[in-house]
Structure formats: C-alpha cells, structure tokens
C-alpha cells in the first residue's frame, strides 16, 4: 500500500512539473535557454521615418518642374547612405492633400511617434502665398505647400490641394519624436506654420475660398508651439527658388554639402548647422552660374538664399540631428 502512494505522489508531482512547466513556456515569448534581446531600430538604438514628397507634374494648370523626380531619386539615396530605410514617397498623382494628411496621422497614431524617434519631412515642388485669414502672420502673407491637386474655382480663388502652414504646424506639433523638415520651394521660411505663371496672382499671393478654409479649419487639431525640430528651408519667405536640370539648386547642395563633405570649411570633420547654411547659399549661386554657361537656353540667377531654424541649433552638427551611423 505504501508503494502505491508514494507512485501517486510522484506521478501527481510530475503533473504539477509538467503544468508549472507549460505554464512558464507559454507566458514567454522567448524560447527557454536563450536570452532577452532589446530591439534595436536603425540608427544606433532609434528608428528614423520619412515622408518624401515631390510633385513635377500637376493635376491642373500649373507649370510642372522638370527638377523634381531627380530631387526625390537624389534624397532617397542620401537617407539611403545614412540607414534611413524607413521611407514613405508620395510622388506626382500619389501626392494629393488628402494623401499627405493621411500620411502625417499614419505616423502620428503609431508607436513610432515617441521622443527616442525621428520624423522626416521632405518636400520638392511649388510654393505659394496666401493671404492671412486668422491674423497671425506680420506680413500677412500665410506660406502654403502646392500639392498635385491644387486647383482654383472661376474666380481664382484657390479651391483645395495646397498644405498651408498653419495646418503643418498641427501636424508636427502632434509627433512626439524629433521633427526635421526640409523644403525645396519658393517661399519656404516659415512654411511649418513658385509662384506659377499660369495662375492669375493678387497682389503675388492668392486667396483661399472660404469652403475650403473652412476644410483647413476643421484639420488644424493642435496650435502648441513646436519643440524639438529643426528646419532646412531653401528660400526665405519672400524669395523664389529654382529648377534646373540636375534638379533644385537648394537640393543639390544640401546633399553634396553633407556626402562629400564640401561644407565642412574648417576641416574638421564635422558639419555644423550654420556651416551647411552658408555652403548651401554659397553653392546655389555657383551652380546656377554653371548650369547658364553649360546651357544656352537656361538662365539662372541663384540669388535665394537658405533658411535654417532654430538659431539655438545653428552649432549643433549634422551627424547630431539625423542621428547618423558613420
């Protein structure tokens, strides 16, 4: 009889083992014997997105810009270079209003918009003004971004398709992680908050129709100050940039300044913000000066200088903001 016992109690022990076993097993995502691994997103431990949008082709009557596609091709493969692989492109027809609202809340509402994270922006194509509608511009003038499906009723009013500054500044003021913009457009200064001549301007900045005012309106969902961006503008607000065939000078020279390093002028290996400032003004002028001279039919002046904002980051490095693996 005793024998019999002790051959249930180890037999129930075993059960007890087996279940408490299972148990573990199945509470673990990580097979037994191996150990916990972190995940490590590109660049060192964070993850960098990007949203690249370029329109040379418009929906309406726009002048298209013949720069544009090797803008995108070029600023692909400078994030390429650096292990920024996470990369969203609205190109063209893709790039509508609608497209890049949606693209900015598919990033916005993911677990990616964290502060360790960082949030690109990349846009090549027409710039525009607008009159102010809500009084929070000194000039008056709100800048806007052309997207594919700009379009303008019978009375030149426009009717939709352009991001208007305040509307972006929403859309940024709601990612967590780091913001860098960069804009290759006419009147980019302050385009977070080229001209066509096809459209009939007032007074050179155009008016929005109170319907699709009213559309922005109801889009803009944060108005808090922005923190944690930075800005890689090619114009000022009151300059025009330009298209070339090699592309936008502005592009051109941000990308060579930092790959080939020809904006590091006091060779120390490292590239400050207010260094590229400078190369990019510097080069955009020599450009255009030889492009004229290589094409009889171009003529170029390169007289836009870049804007970079915040002044506080002018003395940071290159490799600091984009969290570059050399």
């Given at each position: 009889?005793?024998?019999?016992?002790?051959?249930i109690?180890?037999?129930w022990?075993?059960?007890?083992?087996?279940?408490?076993?299972?148990?573990?097993?199945?509470?673990?995502?990580?097979?037994?014997?191996?150990?916990?691994?972190?995940?490590?997103?590109?660049?060192?431990?964070?993850?960098?997105?990007?949203?690249?949008?370029?329109v040379?082709?418009?929906?309406?009557r726009?002048?298209?810009?013949?720069?544009?596609?090797?803008?995108?091709?070029?600023?692909?493969k400078?994030?390429n270079?650096?292990?920024?692989?996470?990369?969203?492109t609205?190109?063209?027809?893709?790039?509508?209003?609608?497209?890049?609202?949606?693209?900015?809340?598919s990033?916005i509402?993911?677990?990616?918009?964290?502060?360790?994270?960082?949030?690109?922006?990349?846009?090549?194509?027409?710039?525009?003004?607008?009159?102010?509608?809500?009084?929070?511009?000194?000039?008056?003038?709100?800048?806007?971004t052309?997207?594919?499906?700009?379009?303008?009723?019978d009375?030149?009013?426009?009717?939709?398709?352009?991001?208007?500054?305040?509307?972006?500044?929403?859309?940024?003021?709601?990612?967590?992680?780091?913001?860098?913009?960069?804009?290759?457009?006419?009147?980019?200064?302050?385009?977070?908050?080229?001209?066509?001549?096809?459209?009939?301007?007032?007074?050179?900045?155009?008016k929005?129709?109170?319907?699709?005012?009213?559309?922005?309106?109801?889009?803009?969902?944060?108005?808090?100050?922005?923190?944690?961006?930075?800005?890689?503008?090619?114009?000022?607000?009151?300059?025009?940039?330009?298209?070339?065939?090699?592309?936008?000078?502005?592009?051109?020279?941000?990308?060579d300044?930092?790959?080939?390093?020809?904006?590091d002028?006091?060779?120390?290996?490292?590239?400050?913000?207010?260094?590229?400032?400078?190369?990019?003004?510097?080069?955009?002028?020599?450009?255009?000066?030889?492009?004229?001279?290589?094409n009889?039919?171009?003529?170029?002046?390169?007289?836009f200088?870049p804007?970079?904002?915040?002044?506080?980051?002018?003395?940071?490095?290159?490799?600091?903001?984009?969290?570059f693996?050399?």
């Open positions: 009889m005793k024998r019999q016992y002790l051959y109690e180890v037999w022990m075993k059960v007890i083992y087996i279940i408490f076993a299972l148990f573990i097993v199945g509470c673990s995502s990580v097979p037994i014997g191996k150990k916990y691994s972190k995940v490590i997103y590109t660049n060192q431990i964070f993850q960098s997105d990007a949203l690249i949008v370029g040379g082709k418009y929906k309406n726009i002048r298209p810009l013949s720069g544009v596609k090797k803008d995108l091709k070029k600023i692909k400078f994030f270079n650096f292990h920024i692989t996470h990369i969203t609205l190109e063209n027809n893709k790039a509508r209003l609608k497209d890049v609202r949606d693209a900015f809340n990033y509402y993911s677990t990616k918009n964290r502060k360790e994270n960082t949030f690109i922006f990349y846009y090549s194509g027409h710039g525009i003004q607008v009159i102010d509608s809500n009084g929070d511009e000194k000039d008056n003038k709100d800048e806007a052309a997207l594919y499906d700009i379009d303008l009723n009375k030149d009013f426009i009717t939709g398709g352009v991001l208007l500054d305040d509307e972006l500044h929403s859309l940024l003021a709601q990612i967590d992680s780091k913001k860098i913009i960069i804009f290759d457009k006419c009147h980019s200064g302050s385009s977070h908050r080229g001209n066509s001549p096809y459209i009939k301007s007032i007074k050179g900045e155009y929005l129709s109170t319907k699709f005012l009213e559309d922005i309106n109801q889009n803009i969902k944060s108005k808090k100050p922005l923190k944690d961006f930075i800005i890689f503008s090619a114009t000022k607000d009151d300059q025009e940039a330009e298209d070339s065939p090699i592309g936008g000078l502005f592009t051109n020279s941000f990308v300044g930092i790959i080939h390093k020809k904006a002028r006091n060779n120390d290996n490292k590239i400050t913000i207010a260094e590229l400032e400078k190369f990019c003004g510097e080069n955009i002028s020599a450009l255009a000066s030889e492009i004229s001279r290589n009889k039919n171009i003529s170029l002046k390169g007289k200088k804007y970079f904002a915040p002044k506080e980051v002018k003395n940071n490095t290159i490799s600091s903001i984009f969290n693996i050399h």
